[in-house]
């Protein structure tokens, strides 16, 4: 069973950025794949961003490429998401996720943490 925590979030102004954490125990995190994912209000879930287990592959959404950088510590258990240049269009509250392969499908992984608030004001 492996739990997950997000921190890292808050409130800016368009254009600042925020590094997202993400902290996991009770297993082995160096095994899984890990994503992030988010919710807009009254929004279906999204994928943003994925990393293999390795961390030699990652994955992006089209509306976060060249802006989101995604990178994993396994001797820390803890993957992070960088956002640079955040815009209004990113609030959302945003979810990691492990699963056993990093995919764009949010039904494929099998643990979540409870999110993190991102607000961006224009």
């Known amino acids: 069973q492996v739990q997950l925590v997000e921190s890292g979030g808050g409130s800016v102004q368009a254009g600042e950025s925020l590094r997202l954490s993400c902290a996991a125990s009770?297993?082995?995190?160096?095994?899984?794949?890990m994503g992030w994912f988010r919710q807009a209000p009254e929004k279906e879930r999204e994928f943003v961003s994925a990393?293999?287990?390795?961390?030699?592959?990652?994955f992006y959404a089209e509306s976060v490429k060249g802006r989101f950088t995604i990178s994993r510590d396994s001797a820390n258990n803890t993957m992070y998401l960088q956002m640079n240049n955040l815009k209004p269009e990113d609030t959302a509250v945003y979810f990691c996720?492990?699963?056993?392969?990093?995919?764009?499908?949010?039904?494929?992984?099998?643990?979540w943490g409870q999110g993190t608030q991102v607000t961006v004001s224009s």
């Open positions: 996720a492990a699963g056993v392969v990093g995919t764009t499908r949010s039904d494929v992984y099998d643990y």
């Open positions: 009770g297993g082995t995190f160096s095994r899984h794949a």
């Open positions: 990393i293999s287990w390795t961390g030699r592959s990652t």
